[in-house]
């Protein structure tokens, strides 16, 4: 297979990481026997710095004819008074829309070699943790119209519209429990029926989808236990699936209890196009340019790229393998080191993991 990917490093430590994950690709790719062709566009503030854009067209044309994209991270303190229009977020935003990605996929695993730095206790934790989340990215209160402020009462009074039609909850479920199929085969539609008009058309929507997929075990929370149940006892899920505003705060709170932000991957899709993969972190301007950022976020954002955008189930296999093996030998970046084994800086961690393929 030969795989065009477009890179967008963009600021911080995005280039940093980004060289080190496609070292990783690369290194896959021959073994396989595939070629990768890579074509690096400008998103972000470098963007800015570039061009005065955060999101040029030559970056949305040079997505689209690419089978996927893989992000580093934007932003940073010298953007930061800029005028809001043209902030480096909104090239990450625009490219979104762009792309028509309405599912973000956001693993949340915890290795057990990092079970020390997770914020959990060891029994909560038990033998590590493997959960996904399915957000749906393009719908509900973010997008919904109408939107504004009113006066009410003579005060001022502002309004979200929390919206979704059946095709939108229709097709994020169905990639909710293609997903579960391809692991545990359990799916929790998270949402809030007993409440909210949305939410009921969400469940009965989502009933109605997942019953095509009588191996995949569809259960239903409401979105506030469903946040404590993350705590109390994270094994019980595998695949949750939700719309956009409860995704967002349910997959910052899922991953975060795995300890190290620069462990954890996302994906983002839409429906046939190029798929964008990137890690959930920032830019991380404290650190940029210091070769000690972790690098193993957009590695297995690679390898979710291999999954998901090209199928390529044991080409992503051997980087999760590489990654667990090097985990387990000691390795650690600054942000994952907790006392023990020895600590390595960012391309150092790339060479590993490269070595370990
Ligand atoms: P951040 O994720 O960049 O950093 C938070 C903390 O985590 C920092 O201490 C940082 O050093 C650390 N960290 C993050 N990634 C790391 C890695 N790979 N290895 C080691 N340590 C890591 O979040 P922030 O500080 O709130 O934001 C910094 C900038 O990034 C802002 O401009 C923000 O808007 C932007 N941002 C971009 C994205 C994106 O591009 N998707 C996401 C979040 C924030």
Redesign the pocket.
Known sequence: MNMKICLMP?D??GPE?VTQAVKVLEKVAAKFGHTVETESALIGGAAIDAVGNPLPEATVAACKAADAVLLG????PKWDTIDPAIRP?KG?LGIRKALGLFSNLRPAVLFPELAAAAYLRPDIIGQGLDIMVVRELTGGAYFGEPRGETVVNGERAAFNTMIYSESEIERIVRVACEIARKRGKKLCSVDKANVLDVSRLWREVAIRTAAEYPDVELSHMYVDNAAMQLIRDPSQFDVIVTENLFGDILSDEASIITGS??MLPSASMGSGGPALF??I???????AGRDI??PL?TILSVSMMLRFAFGLEAEAESIDAAVKSVLAQGFR???IFVGEGKKVGCSEMGALVLGAI
């Not at 972190?281 to 650190?287: E, F, M, N, T």
């Open positions: 963009g911080g430590i990481i991270a934007v932003g940073g977020e990450l932000i620069g990137e890690p972190h920032g830019s991380a301007p404290d650190i950022a972790n976020a970046t600054g942000d």
